[in-house]
């Protein structure tokens, strides 16, 4: 049994249409499209471990073993959760080096098209929505964090929101990523299949199907070049084109914004520089837009001193960087622990492919969800640092939600 890796440089559209959830894994970009379908190889990480570290290894092992045996290109492609460091408590790691790989151009070429013909979703009425933790409970918990904050305990947390949607009929996952696919065609699109027939202890928000529609860049790896575009500073895009271009040039002016962003970007250069024989870090960020949301951004390029590191032991250097944890580290993924009233599971992991060469893109979980029978849990959180406001904090969340809330359907505020 071997990989097939083919090349099919103008069908973007079909691997889209091709996609079935179950043993398959998609994932688009603004340079290709690519296409896992069934398992030749589970990679299953050590429960005793769980370090990000040690699955790059194991990955880099276990492609070179498959590589040996015959297949000229084998690809590892999956999703790593938030915490991986805690592997008895959460969920572990989903790779596979699927039978089959299908590589195309990017999305937009086909799907920007027919997006802008399609209609937009049908609205759905059968959700019931609930909202863990409740807005209330949400702002208080913003306001415990600032206290941290203001005693110095730490310089910036990531809190986070989920939302429960069931229904009495299975979610349409193909329809979903189509959806997201035409609402973000220049984000990062994926869907993996997380369910493990020998690993029935996963909660239910870590079974089913991962997708979602990623704005975020962690790391991308061809040879010695690499390339992150960490986000952090958010603001809500508006239907009036003057309004939407306000609240643009207020973001890249924000005080507050500006020193989360840096926050962020200096913790990417710090992990990135020791791999590193030439770093590039441009002063001042600039905008990045996606259907829901106006952010800042800074694009990092470098060249690695041994073209041998694997793109996934770059993203397990970076990850959890502070736009999705925060800073310190440590300080803050204790007070994500103490504040947020669920597990996280992969929202903020990573999601991504990686060759055998080490060369591959690794994408930060954001705007994602689980899909599980009749059941879809969602995620969003707001980067909180002095000077944030809980009520505004709160209101980020809510517009990041719409992405996703959009493609299924629904329309009312969360």
């Keep these: 049994m071997t990989t097939d890796h083919q090349v099919l440089p103008d069908l973007a559209d ?44 194991q990955v880099r092992e276990t492609l070179e073993r498959v590589r040996t045996r ?19 408590v959460g969920p572990l790691a989903k790779l596979v080096v699927p039978e089959t790989i299908r590589f195309a151009g990017p999305l937009t070429r086909q799907v920007i098209v027919a997006g802008r013909a399609a209609p937009a979703e049908e609205p759905r009425t059968d959700w019931h929505i609930e909202q863990i933790p409740e807005p209330a409970a949400y702002r208080r918990g913003v306001a415990a964090a600032l206290t941290r904050l203001a005693e110095g305990e730490l310089d910036k947390v990531v809190l986070a929101r989920s939302l429960r949607l069931t ?86 002016a924000s005080a507050k914004d500006r020193h989360e962003h840096a926050l962020v970007v200096a913790a990417v250069a710090r992990s990135l520089g020791p791999f590193c024989r030439q770093l590039t870090v441009p002063t001042e960020p600039h905008l990045v837009r996606t259907a829901a949301m106006w952010h800042l951004a800074t694009r990092i390029t470098g060249e690695l001193a041994d073209e041998r590191t694997s793109s996934l032991e770059l993203a397990a250097a970076l990850h959890p960087t502070p736009a999705v944890c925060g800073t310190p580290v440590g300080a803050a993924r204790a007070a994500i622990a103490e504040i947020e009233p669920f597990d996280r599971g992969f929202y903020t992991g990573v999601v991504g492919w990686c060759d055998s060469a080490g060369d591959g893109e690794w994408v930060v979980t954001l705007r994602c969800g689980v899909a599980n029978g009749g059941t879809l849990t969602l995620f969003a959180g707001a980067g909180i640092v002095p000077g944030s406001v809980p009520e505004s904090e709160l209101a980020e969340t809510s517009a990041k939600f719409r992405t996703f809330l959009t493609a299924a359907g629904v329309h009312q505020p969360v």
């Design 14 to 57: 079909q691997l889209l249409a091709d996609y079935r959830p179950g043993v398959a894994s998609f994932f688009a970009t603004r340079r290709h499209t690519l296409l896992g379908q069934g398992v030749h190889t589970l990679i299953r990480p050590d429960p005793a471990s769980g370090a990000v570290t040690d699955l790059a290894s």
């Design 70 to 88: 015959g297949t000229a290109t084998p690809i590892a492609v999956g999703a790593v959760p938030f915490d991986n460091s805690a592997p008895a």
């Design 167 to 252: 229904s009495d009929t299975d979610v349409d996952v193909p329809a979903m990523l189509r959806a997201l696919a035409r609402r973000d065609p220049h984000g990062y699109t994926f869907a993996v299949d997380l369910d493990d027939p020998d690993d029935q202890t996963a909660p239910p928000a870590c079974r089913g199907t991962l997708v979602g529609a990623s704005p975020e860049l962690l790391l991308a790896k061809t040879g010695r070049q690499v390339v992150s575009r960490p986000l952090a500073g958010s603001a809500a895009r508006a239907s009036d084109p003057a309004e939407d271009r306000r609240r643009a040039e207020a973001l890249l």
